[in-house]
């Protein structure tokens, strides 16, 4: 089985900026990391090569920096990763990503499946994975994929988590999955993987490279418009009040979560 | 329990994962470790301090091929860990002849799966370092000297009630948290546990991180000198082995 997964380079930290001007995330001076959605992705990809064997590739969209996230990945046991590093493709929305990615799919040819993390952290949209299908033209797409039951005569059988609850479907392969966090604990890599990573070379790809329409790259092939942006809305939690001063409230508060280990 | 002769234990952080320059990184470690080994100290090598995933100190200590000397190395072991990981890193140190386990809770992160009670067959709510301390006793025996964590800075009933559960589970010594001057509490535990206590000094200037760390603020009127703390720590507790975290290796090792 040929997998490919894809990954995104995401800043490291929860409470991320956003330029008032732009409306993208500032991403100078934060430490970057691997989506934690992608994690999953790829675990499942090497668990399904240790039982049906193949390759995984790992496939980023990203600055040159987003070399690191692939290094991870090869560490991790990807055995070849695939950087697309192009000025051409700054500013693009998740339609303009989801084409990129799915021209490089084409050019790795004879791909089996795409795997995809439910979303990433930064921009929480969900989209790449089902973009990357419609790309694909007839490539079927399950997205909220909670287990791969099995892969049979070409066909994977995958549990999917609904807004209703669960289902399971069968897809033909060449497929797509979007995974989220229920179906797999993902590994953490070892010194030994990291060292072999250092050896793997890492392909880096322009949009000529994978054949791209410059006018589908960018600001220029991104739909989308980002109109205003705004802290999400706390959720309601269940709260318990403490007496005694702001000093005596949090001392107890500490307390209280120090005997149940919470901290 | 034989520990060691120098009574010093230097902590040595392992590189982090993803992070750049990783040979460099690697080189540093391995000079550090040799120079405490070389002195006769104890290495003592954390396990993803703070949340931060770094590489653990038996496959630093196989891959970089350093000497394991008797009594010279103690790794710490928290309970952020798959199974499988974890008795790769305890089958590892007992091939190494790493004889020293540090079991802590650990600093989780949402990239560190948690060990699950299922897992080591026990009945608690989740893993801390008392359950933790259980599993290793009783599938390991004693191929391992077990040390555990007192922290001074808990709620006393909290945590003298935590230092009988973990002697009970097997730890053979206590580490404290940093100290910077002597503290009624260790005092009480050491006097009433009967097993020996290392005291944690705190060799960086930045007494603010040490408050970051331990989740509560320390008071510190004056300028901190580390080296000077750990001097007047020494005299008060003279029958004790010290710990030493954060040593600025270029600055202060040739002060001890």
């Known amino acids: 089985m040929k997998i490919v997964v894809c990954i995104k380079q995401v800043p490291g930290v929860s409470s991320v900026k956003i330029d008032p001007e732009t409306k993208r995330l500032i991403r100078d001076g934060i430490i970057s990391v691997i989506n934690p959605f992608d994690y999953y992705a790829l675990e499942e990809a090497l668990r399904l090569r240790e039982l049906h064997g193949g390759t995984v590739t790992a496939l980023s969209m990203g600055p040159q920096k987003a070399e690191l996230a692939l290094r991870e990945a090869i560490a991790l046991g990807t055995d070849s990763a695939v950087l697309l590093c192009d000025r051409r493709f700054a500013g693009s929305d998740t339609w303009a990503t989801s084409y990129v990615l799915a021209l490089a799919v084409e050019k790795l040819g004879d791909v089996d499946l795409v795997l995809c993390g439910r979303q990433a952290i930064d921009g929480d949209t969900a989209q790449v994975g089902p973009g990357i299908a419609a790309h694909m033209k007839d490539w079927p797409h399950a997205a909220g994929v909670s287990a791969i039951n099995g892969f049979a005569d070409g066909i994977l059988s995958v549990k999917r988590m609904t807004d209703n609850g669960y289902d399971e479907c069968l897809l033909k392969i060449p497929a797509i999955l979007s995974v989220n966090k229920e179906i797999n604990q993902p590994r953490v890599p070892r010194l030994k993987g990291w060292l072999r990573s250092e050896h793997v070379p890492i392909e880096i790809w322009d949009a000529d490279q994978i054949g791209a329409d410059t006018n589908l790259l960018g600001l220029n092939g991104s739909p989308t418009r980002v109109v205003r942006t705004a802290p999400p809305v706390s959720r309601d939690k269940k709260t318990r009040l403490f007496e005694g001063s702001e000093a005596e409230s949090a001392a107890q508060l500490l307390h209280e979560l120090r005997m149940i280990s919470a901290i | ?256």
């Open chain 2, 1 to 256: 329990m034989d520990l060691n002769q120098k009574r010093c234990r230097l902590e040595v952080s392992p590189p982090r994962q993803a992070s750049e320059k990783l040979t460099e990184r690697l080189d540093r470690f391995a000079a550090k470790y040799n120079k405490a080994a070389d002195a006769g100290y104890c290495v003592c090598i954390t396990d993803n301090a703070m949340g931060n995933p770094t590489f653990q100190g038996h496959e630093l200590i196989q891959e970089l091929r350093l000497s394991v000397c008797s009594g010279q190395v103690m790794i710490h072991l928290n309970t952020f860990h798959t199974l499988s990981d974890l008795r790769w890193i305890l089958d590892s140190c007992a091939e190494l002849g790493i004889k020293e386990i540090l079991v802590v809770s650990g600093d989780g992160s949402p990239r560190l799966p948690r060990l699950k009670p299922s897992e080591i067959a026990c009945s608690s709510a989740s893993v801390t370092s008392v359950e933790l301390i259980a599993y290793i006793r009783r599938i390991y025996g004693n191929e391992f000297i077990i040390g555990a964590a007192f922290n001074q800075y808990e709620p006393e009933e909290h945590e003298i009630f935590k230092l009988d559960r973990k002697i009970e589970a097997g730890a053979e010594f206590m580490i404290t948290q940093p100290m910077l001057k002597p503290d009624a509490l260790v005092e009480k535990a050491m006097n009433t546990s009967g097993i020996p206590f290392i005291i944690e000094a705190w060799m960086s200037p930045n007494v603010k991180l040490l408050s970051d760390c331990i989740g509560c603020d320390i008071e510190c009127r004056e300028a901190f000198d580390p080296v000077e703390c750990f001097e007047s720590l020494r005299k008060a507790y003279p029958d004790n082995e010290f710990y030493l975290a954060l040593l600025d290796f270029k600055t202060q090792f040739d002060e001890l």
